[in-house]
């Protein structure tokens, strides 16, 4: 059973929540200390087998889980913060369960995904989360290159300390007026949701030292013009500026932009 626990306010805890806590045989916790405050501070007290599951031991610990439910016990799945197996620890869990026609259930609450989304004041009617981006700036360049024409609002998220890289990384590749909401600590006391352009928050973000959980909210694309042939040959050399290989900035802007990759690196080449 997989349950969400609150990203920031105790008080978002669900009666259910609380009662899993103090019932199930098993919690399985992304960090058993983290899971002793929460319990502490919503005053339950455990009496099953609590055991760490995190991204390190998954592999190993995922058998072991199995074997609790086969044998009719109670596994009850909790992360740090939000819904577990997005971007967090539960997904080796749930496929190895779904593969066997075990039950598997969950216990809806907080998440900082749809959190963001909503008090972003961007369209929520269609979106997509992106979690967190590579950390590496080719790679995170080459990957804004691929989202570049994404019509549906997206959430990423992001550690404070990369934050000003990736905005101006985003307003570099995504353009400087593209709408953007940044959402930090949210539910906390103090939490603060920033929106401008990605221009704006890029200068923001560069002005200071960010602190806190992170949750980016981008629009998406509008309907674009074609792009005209010097427009992606310099938006190849932009990708292969930031340590993306020829071959791969070329396929990656000339599918964003459903032009030919082979006339595309011919002028690139040309241009050069």
């Known amino acids: 059973m997989l349950a969400a626990t609150p990203i920031g306010n105790l008080g978002d805890a669900s009666r259910r929540l609380v009662e899993l806590l103090g019932e199930a045989d098993v919690i399985a916790a992304e960090d058993t200390r983290r899971l002793h405050r929460l319990v502490q501070g919503l005053g339950v007290q455990p009496v099953g087998r609590v055991v760490s599951y995190h991204e390190h031991n998954e ?37 190895a369960a779904v593969a066997e026609g075990l039950t ?4 809806p609450g907080p998440s900082a995904v749809l959190t963001a989304l909503a008090l972003s004041g961007l369209p929520t009617d269609r979106f997509c989360f992106e979690g967190f981006l590579p950390r590496k700036a080719g790679e995170r360049a080459a990957r804004f290159a691929e989202l570049a024409g994404e019509r549906r609002t997206m959430v990423f998220f992001e550690a404070p300390h990369r934050l000003p890289a990736m ?22 006391t103090y939490e ?10 890029a200068a923001w973000a560069a002005d200071g030292e960010v602190r806190g ?60």
Not at 224 to 233: I, S
Request: aromatic share 2%.
């Open 59 to 95: 592999a190993s610990k995922t058998a072991e889980l199995l074997g609790d439910v086969r044998a009719g016990g109670t596994v009850l799945l909790v992360t740090d913060a939000g819904m577990p197996s997005v971007s967090d620890p539960g997904y080796r869990l749930v496929e």
């Open 104 to 107: 598997v259930t969950a216990v």
């Open 167 to 188: 905005l101006a990384a985003l307003a570099e590749g995504l353009g400087a007026d593209r709408r953007v909401a940044v959402c930090r600590e949210l539910t906390k």
């Open 192 to 201: 603060e949701v920033l929106r401008g352009t990605a221009a704006e928050l």
């Open 213 to 272: 959980e992170i949750a980016v909210v981008v629009e998406g694309a509008g309907e674009a013009a074609p792009a005209r042939t010097e427009d992606l040959v310099q938006a190849v050399n932009r990708l292969v500026s930031g340590g993306v290989r020829l071959k791969d900035a070329v396929a990656a802007v000339a599918g964003d932009a459903g032009a030919s990759k082979r006339e595309l690196y011919a002028a690139v080449v040309a241009a050069r």
